[in-house]
C-alpha cells in the first residue's frame, strides 16, 4: 500500500531543480560553535550550488524557547554573515499543520494514544531489568517503549507511532532508505538502509507539546520544499523516523548529509548549550570576529 493520502506541498510550484537548505536551531539556548558550524556548511553549500537557504525556528517546547533566545540567535546568525529568506517559518505558528498530519496517521489506524510517562516506562524497564535480562535502548541511549500491549492507553494524552503497523501498511520495511552525502557514526554512506523500529514506537505528540521533534521536521521540510538537509551527526539515527514518516504521509524524501560535530579541543565532548564556554556571545564580548569563529570551527575564509 502506497503513501495514506496525497501530500499538499505548497513548494511544488517551484523549480524542483532549485536545491533548497534549512538550518533549524531551537531557541532554547544561546548560539554555540556547533550551531554556527551547522549554520555556516548549510549557508556555505547553498551558495556553492545556486541554491536558497532557509531558517526555521524550531520552538514546539514552548517550556524551554523563549522570544529572546530567539531573537538572540537570529542577530548571532546575522553576525556571522548568514542571509536568509523572509518570513521565517516559526514551529509554534503551524501547531495545526502538524495535527493535520497526526489526524492523517491516526485515521489510518497508525498513531495510538498511550498513557505511559517517562516514569511510567522506567519503572516498568526496570522490573523487567531486575531479572537480569538487558531492555532494548534507542540510538538516543534511552529504554524503548514497552509497546501498546503494555500500555492501559485509554484516555492517555501522548500519541505514538504504531511502528509495526506502519511498516505493514507500507508492505515492509525493504524500500525504506534515503541517500547519504555526509556520514554516519560509523562512517556510513551512500544510499543507506533505515531501520524504524530502533525507535520503537516513537511520540508524535503530547498534551504540553502537541507535536514532536520527528513529526514536525518532516512536515516542515516537506512543506518549505527542502531538497537538502544538512545537520549534525548526532540526528544521523533520527533519519530513519523521519523516513518512516515521508513514506507514510507521501511527503518527497530530502537528500541527507550528516557533518561533523565541533567538539571541545580539551575533552573531545560534544558541545552543548549548557556549556557557556563556547557560547557565541561569550567569545564576541571576549572580542572574537565572525572570521575567529570561523577560524575556530575549522571553516576557512568565506567564498566570495
Ligand atoms: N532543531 C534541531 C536542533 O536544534 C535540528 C533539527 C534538524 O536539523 O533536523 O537540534
Redesign the pocket.
Known amino acids: 500500500m502506497g503513501p495514506i493520502a496525497s501530500p499538499s506541498n505548497d513548494a511544488s510550484d517551484r523549480s524542483p531543480l532549485v536545491p533548497v537548505f534549512r538550518f533549524?536551531?531551537?531557541p532554547n539556548g544561546y548560539l554555540h560553535l556547533g550551531h554556527a558550524y551547522s549554520a555556516l556548511v548549510n549557508f556555505e553549500m547553498a551558495r556553492a550550488v545556486g541554491g536558497r537557504f532557509l531558517l526555521r525556528i524550531?520552538d514546539i517546547d514552548q517550556a524551554r524557547c523563549t522570544p529572546e533566545f530567539e531573537a538572540r540567535m537570529l542577530e548571532e546568525l546575522r553576525w556571522l554573515g548568514l542571509e536568509w529568506e523572509e518570513p521565517v517559518r516559526r514551529q509554534s505558528d503551524h501547531f495545526g499543520d502538524y495535527a493535520t498530519a497526526l489526524e492523517r496517521l491516526a485515521e489510518a489506524g497508525l498513531a495510538y494514544r498511550s498513557s505511559m510517562s517517562r516514569g511510567d516506562i522506567r519503572r516498568f524497564v526496570a522490573a523487567h531489568e531486575e531479572t537480569g535480562a538487558i531492555w532494548p535502548r534507542d540510538p538516543d541511549g534511552a529504554p524503548l517503549f514497552p509497546g501498546r500491549a503494555h500500555d492501559p492507553g485509554e484516555g492517555g494524552d501522548i500519541w505514538r507511532l504504531d511502528v509495526a503497523a506502519a511498516i505493514d501498511h507500507l508492505g515492509g520495511a525493504r524500500d525504506l532508505g534515503w541517500t547519504e552525502h555526509g556520514a554516519g557514526p560509523e562512517g556510513e554512506t551512500g544510499r543507506l538502509a533505515a531501520d524504524p523500529t530502533a525507535w520503537g514506537d516513537f511520540v508524535l505528540a503530547r498534551r504540553d507539546m502537541p507535536t514532536s521533534?520527528h513529526l514536525s521536521?518532516v512536515v516542515d521540510d516537506a512543506l518549505q520544499g527542502i531538497t537538502d538537509?544538512v545537520?549534525?551527526r548526532d540526528?544521523f539515527h533520527a533519519t530513519a523516523a523521519h523516513v518512516l514518516l515521508q513514506a507514510l504521509l507521501g511527503l518527497p524524501q530530502p537528500e541527507y548529509h550528516h557533518h561533523d560535530l565541533v567538539v571541545d579541543e580539551t575533552d573531545g565532548r560534544k558541545l552543548s548549550k549548557s556549556r557557556g564556554d563556547t557560547a557565541l556571545a561569550a567569545l564576541r564580548a571576549a572580542g572574537a570576529t565572525p572570521a575567529d569563529i570561523r577560524r575556530i570551527v575549522g571553516l576557512g575564509a568565506p567564498r566570495s
Do not use: F, N, Q
Open positions: 533549524a536551531p531551537s524550531e521533534y521536521v538537509v545537520r549534525g540526528l
